[in-house]
């Protein structure tokens, strides 16, 4: 089994920062890509960012693009969702999630064969 455990949400101020951890254990998987999504009420999950096994490459929704930062540390078996000049409309629920396509960026959440149980942002004006 693959277990993934996101830590970092909270409250936060508009305009704010927060850093997402997201701890891989349990099976090794091979070279995983790294999604992060959100979901927000009333809304469907929404892809955030993706980075490849290397960190070579990463992809982000345009919401975020330029304030969100994805990365990894394949040592620790961590990726981090750097957020940083945070609106109210950032406000969901944050998963990670583990896609064994190799060398893929998907979008699509169902590509992602492994999730964690989520962690709350909230942004307030």
């Known amino acids: 089994q693959v277990q993934l455990v996101e830590s970092g949400g909270g409250l936060v101020q508009a305009g704010g920062s927060l850093r997402l951890s997201c701890v891989s254990s349990g099976r090794t998987l091979s070279r995983p890509s790294m999604g992060w999504f959100r979901q927000a009420p009333g809304k469907e999950r929404e892809f955030v960012a993706a980075?490849?096994?290397?960190?070579?490459?990463?992809y982000y929704a345009d919401s975020v693009k330029g304030r969100f930062t994805i990365s990894r540390d394949n040592a620790k078996n961590t990726v981090y969702l750097q957020m940083n000049s945070l609106a109210p409309e950032d406000t969901a629920v944050y998963y990670c999630?583990?896609?064994?396509?190799?060398?893929?960026?998907?979008?699509?959440?169902?590509?992602?064969?492994?999730w964690g149980q989520g962690t709350q942002v909230t942004v307030s004006l």
């Open positions: 980075i490849i096994w290397s960190g070579d490459s990463t």
């Open positions: 999630a583990a896609d064994t396509t190799p060398g893929a960026l998907m979008v699509a959440a169902d590509w992602y064969e492994y």
